[in-house]
C-alpha cells in the first residue's frame, strides 16, 4: 500500500501529468540543485577549515606562536644555564673575584616558555570551537517542509527535509 501511494505521489508531481481534480494542493517543487556534501572526519573538516575558516586559521596562527615562545624560551634558558654553568667553574679554579653571571635571560625563558604555554592552549581552543561550530552549523539550519497531500488513496503529510 505504502510503494501505491508513493508511485503515485511521483506520478502526480510530474509536470506532463494531467492528474485528477481530486489534487488540489500544489505539489512541492523538487529541488534538482547538487547541495555540497558536508565533511565528515575530523581531518577533513581541519583541511576545509585551514583555507576556508578565519576563526581557525587565527587560532592556528597563535598557536604557532605559542609553540615558537615554548621553544625559543627553552633554547634561552638552556644556552643562558649552560654558560652560568660554565663561568661558575672557571671562577671557582681561577684565584680572582668570582664573576656573577646574570639570572635575567634564565627569567625571560622562564616567562616566554610560559607565555608560550598559555598561547598554544588558547590557540589549540580556538581551533576546537572553529571545528565544533562547523559540525553544529547544520543543526542550526534545519527547517523542514510540511506539506498535505490528496490523492485517490487518502489525505496524508509529507514532510520534505
Known amino acids: ?16 501529468n494531467t492528474g ?19 565533511l565528515t572526519s575530523v581531518s577533513e573538516i581541519r583541511g ?10 587565527s587560532g592556528r596562527t597563535v598557536s ?10 627553552g633554547a634561552a634558558f638552556l644556552i643562558v644555564g649552560l654558560s652560568n654553568v660554565s663561568k661558575a667553574e672557571k671562577s671557582t679554579l681561577s684565584s680572582g673575584p668570582a664573576k656573577k653571571s646574570s639570572s635575567t ?3 625571560c625563558g622562564i616567562i616566554a ?15 576546537r570551537n572553529a571545528v565544533k561550530e562547523y ?3 547544520d543543526a542550526r539550519k534545519f527547517s523542514p517542509g510540511y506539506y498535505v497531500l490528496n490523492d485517490g488513496n487518502g ?4 514532510m520534505k527535509f
Do not use: H
Open 20 to 38: 485528477s481534480a481530486e489534487n488540489t494542493l500544489a505539489p512541492p517543487v523538487l529541488s534538482t540543485e547538487r547541495k555540497e556534501e558536508k
Open 64 to 73: 604557532n606562536i605559542g609553540s615558537g615562545l615554548i621553544i625559543g624560551g
Open 155 to 158: 489525505i496524508g503529510m509529507l
Open 1 to 16: 500500500m505504502y510503494d501505491n501511494s508513493v508511485k503515485n505521489f511521483m506520478e502526480n508531481t510530474n509536470p506532463g
Open 135 to 137: 559540525q553544529n552549523a
Open 113 to 127: 616558555m610560559a607565555g608560550g604555554g598559555v598561547m598554544k592552549i588558547a590557540g589549540g581552543a580556538q581551533m
Open 48 to 57: 576545509y577549515l585551514r583555507q576556508n575558516n578565519s576563526s581557525y586559521k
Open 105 to 107: 635571560p634564565l627569567i
